[in-house]
């Protein structure tokens, strides 16, 4: 059901082009779960210029960062509710460890990463974080997030379209993946028990 949701929030948004990608990348940032990527990586494949893929960027990075602060403005006014409601226990539990051990390097961290960074902005809005520090991170975050796509992409654009093609790429890839995103994995699972031993000591 949920890949069906994000298969037509994509599909409506890439016939409107930058303004698609500008209400994508604002409504994920806030409450929806389209990833804003859906569209940059297609978009800045088939970009004309560097100043197309740069404008690409640019729209996604602070089109999410006003979403966010829309998540900001949710968490700020309904409070820890909403992220009990929506989030399991154990995502609350990690966030607010983030929070709490990391403060605005943590919305850096969730904004470049896979973490979800709606519920991060949403806890930010209920711990009532620096709104200014909460941007900074932020713009910084979801920078190199689309910058590194528009980078790699618009460089190596026609390799990585061949490489994709080629079966021993998916596997070479699949597996580059797993080393990289494994202790990304094993951060995220072990951070509560992290900041509680901390506490305790």
């Given at each position: 059901?949920?890949?069906?949701?994000?298969?037509?929030?994509?599909?409506?948004?890439?016939?409107?082009?930058?303004?698609?990608?500008?209400?994508?990348?604002?409504?994920?940032?806030?409450?929806?779960?389209?990833?804003?990527?859906?569209?940059?990586?297609?978009?800045?494949?088939?970009?004309?210029?560097?100043?197309?893929?740069?404008?690409?960027?640019?729209?996604?990075?602070?089109?999410s960062?006003?979403?966010?602060?829309?998540?900001?403005?949710?968490?700020?006014?309904?409070?820890?509710?909403?992220?009990?409601?929506?989030?399991?226990?154990?995502?609350?539990?990690?966030?607010?460890?983030?929070?709490?051990?990391?403060?605005?390097?943590g919305?850096?961290?969730?904004?470049?990463?896979?973490?979800?960074?709606?519920?991060?902005?949403?806890?930010?809005?209920?711990?009532?974080?620096?709104?200014?520090?909460?941007?900074?991170?932020?713009?910084?975050?979801?920078?190199?997030?689309?910058?590194?796509?528009?980078?790699?992409?618009?460089?190596?654009?026609?390799?990585?379209?061949?490489?994709?093609?080629?079966?021993?790429?998916?596997?070479?890839?699949?597996?580059?993946?797993?080393?990289?995103?494994?202790?990304?994995?094993?951060?995220?699972?072990?951070?509560?028990?992290?900041?509680?031993?901390?506490?305790?000591s």
């Amino acid at each position: 059901m949920l890949e069906g949701v994000v298969s037509s929030i994509i599909d409506w948004a890439g016939e409107w082009g930058l303004l698609g990608l500008a209400v994508v990348s604002a409504s994920e940032a806030a409450f929806q779960p389209a990833p804003p990527d859906l569209l940059v990586i297609p978009m800045v494949l088939g970009a004309d210029s560097s100043l197309d893929i740069l404008a690409i960027v640019l729209v996604a990075t602070l089109s999410s960062v006003v979403g966010a602060v829309g998540g900001y403005g949710i968490g700020a006014y309904a409070g820890r509710p909403i992220l009990e409601r929506f989030a399991s226990d154990a995502t609350v539990t990690r966030l607010d460890a983030l929070m709490i051990r990391y403060g605005s390097a943590g919305i850096f961290l969730a904004a470049v990463s896979p973490i979800p960074y709606k519920a991060l902005a949403w806890a930010a809005g209920a711990g009532r974080m620096d709104l200014r520090l909460f941007i900074a991170a932020g713009l910084f975050g979801r920078g190199i997030r689309f910058g590194m796509e528009g980078i790699v992409l618009g460089i190596w654009g026609d390799e990585f379209l061949s490489l994709i093609e080629n079966p021993l790429a998916w596997l070479v890839g699949g597996l580059l993946g797993l080393l990289l995103i494994l202790p990304l994995i094993g951060w995220w699972t072990g951070l509560a028990e992290a900041v509680d031993s901390e506490n305790d000591s």
